[in-house]
């Protein structure tokens, strides 16, 4: 369950090697070359940010579909207070985004608070501040987009390279790093592995889980706020009419990498596996020329088939 690599992630990193093997012998002159893969990794490095804290939620047989509207007011804060102050050095984009990570934190304190505390089904609390996170930006900004960016940040981390790597995957590939050792290896993460499989369990041996579900739906939240920072620096705009299909995205890779929507069955490296498979979808469907709206056909399509195939797992090991 806690290993770093599990049979499902074996299974979707295949999945992903014909997708990859498709595309290349289609257009092998356009997909499979180097700028073209520093761009599917560019693009699916916000996700990735996302579907990090989405594992942990979902590991704890919970959701959290607020992200993506904590992703718009997150870096809605975080460009506000770069113009604010003005400049365009580092201190005023360490400031935009300690701006976005605690505008990302209180939303998931938020969310950990009514969903731990006041009992409200997770379902039920993130559509509520999602809308609200969402309305929010809306209303600081008149729903028009800010585009008053620092050059330097869309420079140096929107489309800056570290040794080559573009830096956004560089961060992102850091945040699945740290958080991936955070789950496997500490006892905070065999917690929330606990919480899905038996939280009475965990309750018993005198854990306190309501502190600990708290803890995860912050999490989740500050690398929501964390996505925000990053897509402005990528976009050197707010866009905020562009990620309402974030959240779902975020839940697909997750489920697709093999976590388990009924909580306690996981791996980061799964969720890593499981971000590329849209995000190569969409790159291919682009150098093909299809419309990018057969990704989220197939991206559905491939969802509810690793849903089923986690119940039919679910079942046989209740069996065995």
């Not at 940010?49 to 870096?75: E, P």
């Not at 608070?113 to 969402?134: E, N, Q």
């Not at 009924?262 to 979808?281: C, D, H, R």
Request: with cysteine.
């Amino acid at each position: 369950m806690k290993s770093w690599l599990s049979a499902p992630s074996t299974r979707i990193f295949g999945a992903l090697v014909i997708l990859v093997a498709f595309f290349t012998a289609l257009r092998p002159t356009s997909f499979a070359t180097p700028a073209n893969i520093a761009n599917i990794a560019a693009d699916a490095s916000i996700l990735l940010v996302l579907a990090v804290g989405a594992t942990y939620v979902i590991l704890t047989s919970g959701i959290d579909l607020s992200v993506s509207g904590v992703l718009v007011f997150s870096g809605v804060i975080a460009a506000k207070i770069m113009a604010a102050v003005g400049g365009d050095g580092v201190g005023v984009m360490l400031l935009g985004l300690v701006g976005g990570l605690v505008s990302g934190l209180a939303w998931g304190l938020v969310n950990g608070f009514l969903v731990a505390r006041a009992r409200i089904p997770a379902l039920i609390v993130t559509l509520g501040t999602m809308g609200m996170s969402l309305g929010a930006a809306l209303l600081l900004t008149g729903g028009v987009d800010i585009r008053d960016v620092p050059l330097s940040l869309v420079l140096n981390v929107g489309s800056g390279r570290v040794a080559g790597i573009p830096a956004l995957v560089v961060i992102a590939a850091l945040v699945a790093l740290v958080f991936g050792v955070l789950l496997a290896c500490t006892r905070f993460g065999r917690y929330t592995y606990a919480i899905g499989s038996n939280a009475e369990a965990l309750r018993r041996a005198g854990i306190n889980t309501v502190r600990h579900l708290v803890k995860i739906y912050a999490l989740a939240g500050t690398l929501a706020g964390l996505a925000g920072f990053l897509s402005l620096a990528r976009f050197a705009t707010t866009t905020m009419g562009g990620h309402a299909t974030d959240n779902l995205q975020a839940v697909a890779a997750v489920v697709i990498g093999g976590t388990s929507l009924f909580g306690g069955i996981g791996t980061m490296v799964g969720s890593v596996i499981g971000v590329f498979i849209p995000t190569v979808l969409q790159n291919g469907f682009v150098v093909l020329g299809v419309s990018p709206f057969w990704q989220q056909v197939a991206v559905g399509a491939v969802l509810i088939a690793a849903v089923y195939f986690d119940q039919l797992r679910r079942r046989a090991r209740s069996r065995g």
